[in-house]
T-cell receptor, first 118, second 116 residues
Framework: EAQVTQNPRYLITVTGKKLTVTCSQN?????MSWYRQDPGLGLRQIYY???????DKGDVPEGYKVSRKEKRNFPLILESPSPNQTSLYFC?????????????????FGPGTRLLVL | AQSVSQHNHHVILSEAASLELGCNYS??????LFWYVQYPGQHLQLLLK??????LVKGIKGFEAEFIKSKFSFNLRKPSVQWSDTAEYFC??????????????FGTGTKLQVIP
């Protein structure tokens, strides 16, 4: 079954304690992305990756890191979490056309990770 | 930078009422357009998408949307809502960013509450 998985689904942590949220897809997609969802703000892109070892900042990258060492995995790292990073996080993946051409891919979303930073 | 506006933040309807949720985007070139639904406690699911061709797109669960290029709009409609349509709805646009790479931008969402 084609899917995007995230772990953990729920996490409560304290300020400053490093954490990693994993994301994995089994569709051989080149493109992966992390979003955070906050009430009244919708989904905002944190980081994205167009392929292995290729990552770039989205709209709200501050306080986050990512890596893309393998095509299927795209972990989100919070080196020193703060309460303003309390949010619902979604990972997504899709195929991706090259620059200048709007592709016809659809993003597949993971189930979400609800993070509370105390 | 491209932007997506959903003007209705919270909509309350009675069952069987008709629904129209507004979505406007800012990019002037070729776009792909999407509507996603998020039921309480669940992740986003694709309702429908527009890539090209017929501007009236039909999706799952009786939803449809109309792409009006001149108005930069992609409004979501359903003739008769059900209690089970209670959810949050997100419009999204896929268009090239300033670097020429594709980028998906989401609207802020519309919470729909259907009263039995």
């Amino acid at each position: 079954e084609a899917q995007v998985t995230q772990n953990p689904r729920y996490l409560i942590t304290v300020t400053g304690k490093k954490l990693t949220v994993t994301c994995s897809q089994n569709m051989n997609h080149e493109y992966m992305s992390w979003y955070r969802q906050d009430p009244g703000l919708g989904l905002r892109q944190i980081y994205y990756s167009m392929n292995v070892e290729v990552t770039d900042k989205g709209d709200v990258p501050e306080g986050y890191k990512v890596s893309r060492k393998e095509k299927r995995n795209f972990p989100l790292i919070l080196e020193s979490p703060s309460p303003n990073q309390t949010s619902l996080y979604f990972c997504a993946s899709s195929t991706r056309e090259l620059a200048g051409r709007v592709g016809q891919e659809t993003q597949y979303f993971g189930p979400g990770t609800r993070l509370l930073v105390l | 930078a491209q932007s997506v506006s959903q003007h209705n933040h919270h909509v309350i309807l009675s069952e069987a009422a008709s629904l129209e949720l507004g979505c406007n985007y800012s990019y002037g070139g070729t776009v792909n357009l999407f509507w996603y639904v998020q039921y309480p406690g669940q992740h986003l699911q694709l309702l429908l998408k527009y890539f090209s061709g017929d501007p009236l797109v039909k999706g799952i669960k009786g939803f449809e949307a109309e792409f009006i290029k001149s108005k930069f709009s992609f409004n979501l409609r359903k003739p008769s809502v059900q209690w089970s349509d209670t959810a949050e709805y997100f419009c999204a646009v896929n268009a090239p960013d300033s670097g020429g790479y594709q980028k998906v931008t989401f609207g802020t969402g519309t919470k729909l509450q259907v009263i039995p």
